[in-house]
């Protein structure tokens, strides 16, 4: 199994940026697909982005195409998700995912492994 812990959340400002960072340790040797969630108080998760294995392939939630961005390096074993234009509806704690796949997988119940999230508030 892998174990994920994700870095990088904070606050900042309407229209900043911030850089989130998952590290993934243990059985890193195997393929496997990664993915961000958020959510916020009262409100469902909700798909972010994912990437596959290989980096060749992203997909966002449509909340945040246009501003944030996936990438991964699978030589630190670590994926990123940078965050620009942030809005205040951007609040939320951040989860990182995974699942032994080569695709990228965009429902939450598709992953197996989870993160233990990091806040993210963006004031107006």
């Known amino acids: 199994q892998v174990q994920l812990v994700e870095s990088g959340g904070g606050l900042v400002q309407a229209g900043g940026s911030l850089r989130l960072s998952c590290a993934a340790s243990?059985?890193?040797?195997?393929?496997?697909?990664m993915g961000w969630f958020r959510q916020a108080p009262g409100k469902e998760r909700e798909f972010v982005a994912a990437?596959?294995?290989?980096?060749?392939?992203?997909y966002y939630g449509d909340s945040v195409k246009g501003r944030f961005a996936i990438s991964r390096d699978n030589a630190k074993n670590t994926v990123y998700l940078q965050m620009n234009s942030l809005k205040p509806e951007d609040t939320a704690v951040y989860y990182c995912?995974?699942?032994?796949?080569?695709?990228?997988?965009?429902?939450?119940?598709?992953?197996?492994?989870w993160g233990q999230g990091t806040q993210v508030t963006v004031s107006s």
């Open positions: 995912s995974a699942r032994y796949t080569i695709l990228a997988p965009t429902a939450a119940h598709e992953y197996d492994y």
């Open positions: 243990g059985r890193t040797s195997s393929r496997y697909a």
């Open positions: 990437i596959s294995w290989r980096g060749g392939s992203t």
